[in-house]
């Protein structure tokens, strides 16, 4: 069987402000777009990063992105996002030119969410995100951070951050590729290198 090469797909975006807690109001609002992202199974996306400016929002800025982590093949089914509008929980981002990246291996990759089925227990989160990087064939070493949540369905979901260490570019790529736990069209699981100190 071929390998599928999984890379980056980033769109600048354009607008004032979106609520911090925006993954399950973007993924609606692109799957109203374009619907075959809301079908989509082998496809991630990252949350739009900006300032926080209080009252739950964040400012878009001029650097203010928005990335699917998807198979290169399927990059035709979303360039025509470009120069769409998004309605994401009451605020408009306007969508623009994309730019494709290659990841990056790197032996330390942090996710700000990360989220599994009954997360709320944190032992039993641990184990399952455990279990999950071991089917990976990966040995990295876990870390988990902050308990967070975010809605979903007008629902509270528990979350954490995870960063995992200690791992082979291999290891890292594959990670990257299929991130871990649920909600990834919602930026959960959706792993970056890290770059804290």
């Given at each position: 069987m071929p390998i599928t090469r999984v890379i980056d797909l980033q769109f600048q975006v354009f607008g004032s402000t979106i609520n911090v807690d925006h993954g399950y109001?973007?993924?609606s609002g692109v799957?109203?777009?374009l619907p075959v992202f809301h079908a989509?199974?082998?496809v991630g996306m990252g949350l739009v990063r900006g300032k926080y400016i209080g009252d739950g929002r964040i400012s878009i800025a001029p650097v203010s992105s928005m990335t699917f982590r998807l198979p290169v093949d399927l990059v035709s089914n979303y360039i025509n996002l470009a120069g769409k509008?998004?309605?994401v929980g009451g605020y408009s981002l306007r969508i623009g030119v994309p730019s494709s990246h290659a990841l990056i291996p790197a032996p330390v990759l942090y996710a700000h969410l990360v989220t599994t089925r009954n997360g709320q227990d944190q032992d039993r989160f641990e184990r399952e995100i455990a279990r999950q990087l071991a089917q990976q064939g990966s040995r990295g070493r876990i870390t988990?951070?902050?308990r967070r949540t975010f809605r979903v369905h007008g629902r509270q979901v528990?979350?954490?951050s995870v960063l995992v260490s200690e791992l082979t570019a291999e290891e890292s790529i594959v990670l990257?590729?299929?991130g871990l736990g649920g909600r990834r069209k919602m930026g959960c699981g959706f792993f970056l290198p890290w770059k804290g100190a």
């Open positions: 109001a973007l993924f799957s109203k777009v989509a199974e082998n509008s998004l309605d988990i951070g902050k528990v979350s954490y990257q590729e299929n």
